[in-house]
């Protein structure tokens, strides 16, 4: 068997599985390939992209809003940018917003999620009515009260969003946190003297991870939405960075005669959206664990 | 019962109280100084002084805290910098336009959604399932924005079938002048009886209501099907099988009542979630409501405004959770006894 | 012979479950049907009521009730069946109830259904619930506001008010507590007795069946491997099976054996 034989054969299997995966959960495999494509596109934006300069503060005076042709198949905008270049390069922002906020939300949430499920009693009450108060707004109009008070920007709206995500969490792992700490095996593990540490690494986290990670797939959607809107009322980025709810709301005033410049970046946002929401839902298929104990 | 209402109300004290805290925290980090902004661009120092004595701001932050909690309960909810009047009456006006949008919105939502998601149990894993399926995850990933953008350019603007914007036709403010008594505009009309404005606010709602619906619609429709897929499972269903019922009777009543109590605490969230929606909508339809209002507010740094704003959909999400919880214990017996 | 069952094959894809040659259940007989989870008994009296196919199962063979064949019947005409003909009563009997409803609701529509009027649905109701010793004052509650008991009661008087012929009890005593199940068992037994139903008696606990039925049939692996008489079955099996199945009962006394 020679080496290329044996790659061949392998190939061969992880394709096969593929296919099983394929036929057995379509939405989450849809999701995925489109997003898979979304981020592809994004990271090699600037291979791929016509006009990569195009994505910041070039002017061509002389190709301003010209209609979507084989040199320019998005148009251009009002500074003859090409769209296409800045959709793409719209993509790499945007995966770029959903990354960092889901990742600053999940590292202020989980620890305090564990921290007021563990250990309970006053702490976890305090923690709890403190989530009880961000969320009782929704997230969009919380961004934007935050978002407002800084000068507008991409990292500034990141940290806004961030600050009104990570509630959701703290909420989840504390649940999970708190029926883990009943269970007799966790008293039991205390007694021995093994540390808090080693219980909340060893028994809670993993119990916890389920949900998290089911969590966070739902949530990426709605990030990029709320992000998207941020940027549309101007509150977010910033010209010349490439955002898609910008691009939107720039091209709203030359919407009834110029259709494709607000139309390509929204579509753009509802795919990704949509990859995103696929995922999610084909990951609590999945992984719920009710689903998962009545196989 | 009445135990389960206080409790809950009580709770929900607890967290606007929070809630005002919160922002009047988050006021303080505001950038400029109120006292100048009320003053005006050309206001001399001694007018500046003087603001500063008006809006309370020389006395420590904990007095003005008290204050202000004080006057909420009161009714005095400050004066906005902007306009220059009562925080509260402005939102009197503002609030009830955008009440009427999100409530078109969320009974367009129920009315499509609903169906659609008893559609989709009904014929799981079939063609119409598909579907709906499809349809509802577009719903729900829909930029509103957008398709703001282009339900106004389609509808309106090539077709010519619905007005643009605005609550209702600027002209009929001289021919057929409405009396307000609730500031929504279809219920004036309706109580006033004028027929010319209630056929143009009829016409003007069509549009932004509709898009205010896609999320709630889509959401809806995907928490009906996975509810109602869960409770046919269920032992109880099996029995009513046994009995002689078939699919019509189970979907119509004997699964969809047990499947409609998770869907009723989702509608709740959404429609809290459906109101910050319509701030996006209101941008786009010209919608004088709580949108724009908060908008022109937080550009102009009116921090009274901006608060009042903040208290009133805190105050609407602790509302809605409430009734939400009322109406799931009315509908499910077992829910009354936690 | 009210009800017979002939080659009766039941699988879910490429797994037979059940294959019954020949199952009969007489006029006013109480017919014990028992075996291990998994023997496929459930899934019997689910075919019988016609509801194994709503699982995803297929089902082929002949089964008669009073000479009429069911397999060929429409999803109508079954219908018409169920509750009127043929009636079932479930384990955890509260959660056999719609936990939204009031009890009295159920009922009520349920006779409606099989073309009683209103007011003689509330008056079968309310003479079915004395029938089995309950008030007909419960029919006014939840299902959680019932117990166990109360709510397997219920069934039962749901079944003669309905006036069915044949009554498929799918371990209808095993959620219960053990004096509870006595009662259970006695109404069953009055029932057949008084309205002359005949009874399906599904269980894997050999000592209730022992009480109760006439005739015995036990099950293994989707097959009836051993069937006759309660009291001679029992005491003198004659398969293998049938006799690792008898001895697995524990005995008061018999930790000295």
Known sequence: MTAVGIGAGRARGVLRRLGHELARNPTLTVGAVVLAIVVVVAIFAPLLAPDPTDAGNATHPLSVLQAPSSAHPFGTDELGRDLLTRVMYGGRTSLQIVVEVLAIAAAIGIPLGLIAGYFGGAVDQVIMRVTDIFLAFPALLLSLAIASVFTPSVGHMILAIAVTWWPWYTRLVRGEAASVVRRPYVESSRTLGVSHARIVARHVLPNAATPVLVQISMDAGGVLLVSAAISFLGLGAQDPTPEWGLMVSQGASYFSTQWWYATFPGIAILITAMAFNLIGDGLRERLDPKRVLSR | ?338 | MTLEVRNLRVSFGQRTVVAIDALDLGDGEILGLVGESGSGKSITSLSIIGLARSLGATVSGSIKLDGRELTTLGEREWRELRGDRIAMIFQAPISSLNPVMRVGDVFVRALRLHGASRAQARDRARRAMEEVVLSPQLLARYPHQLSGGQAQRVAIAMAVALRARVLLADEPTSALDVTVQAEILSLIGRMRLEEGISVLFVSHDLAVVAGLCDRVAIMRAGQIVESGATAATLRAPATEYGRELIAAVPRLGDAHA
């Open chain 2, 1 to 338: 019962m009445t135990r389960f209402v206080l409790k809950r109300l009580g709770l929900g004290v607890l967290v606007v109280l929070g809630v005002v805290v919160l922002t009047f925290l988050i006021a303080r980090v505001i950038p400029g100084d109120p006292a100048v902004t009320y003053a005006g661009p050309h206001a001399t120092p001694a007018a500046i002084a003087h603001a500063r004595q008006v809006l309370h701001l020389d006395k420590p932050v904990i007095v003005q805290l008290l204050d202000y909690i004080k006057g909420v309960v009161e009714g005095n909810w400050g004066t906005s910098y902007r306009t220059k009047q009562p925080v509260l009456s402005n939102i009197g006006t503002a609030l009830p336009a955008s009440i009427e949008l999100v409530v078109a919105g969320m009974l367009i939502a129920v009315l499509i959604g609903l169906p659609l998601g008893v559609l989709s149990a009904r014929f799981a894993s079939r063609a119409p399932d598909l579907g709906v399926r499809v349809v509802a995850v577009v719903g729900v990933s829909m930029p509103v924005f957008w398709l703001a953008l282009i339900m106004q350019r389609v509808f309106s603007g090539s077709l010519h079938w619905l007005p643009a914007a605005g609550q209702y036709n600027a002209n009929l403010y001289y021919t057929h002048p409405l009396t307000s008594y609730t500031n929504i505009p279809v219920l004036d009309a309706l109580l006033t009886g004028n027929w010319a404005v209630l056929g143009s606010a009829l016409s003007h709602l069509v549009l932004p209501a509709l898009v205010v619906a896609a999320y709630p619609a889509g959401l809806i429709a995907r928490m009906v099907r996975a509810s109602l897929l869960d409770t046919l499972a269920e032992s109880h269903v099996r029995m009513v099988r046994s009995l002689g019922f078939g699919e019509r009777a189970l979907f119509t009543r004997f699964a969809l009542r047990p499947a409609l109590n998770p869907v009723v605490q989702v509608v709740a969230l959404v429609f809290a979630y459906s109101l910050a929606n319509t701030f996006l909508v209101e941008a786009v339809f010209d919608w004088a409501g709580l949108g724009s209002y908060a908008a022109n507010s937080l550009q102009a740094l009116d921090t009274p405004a901006v608060m009042g704003v903040t208290l009133v959909v805190a105050v609407t999400y602790v509302v809605l959770n409430l009734i939400v919880d009322i109406v799931q214990a009315l509908i499910d017996p077992r829910i009354r006894i936690q």
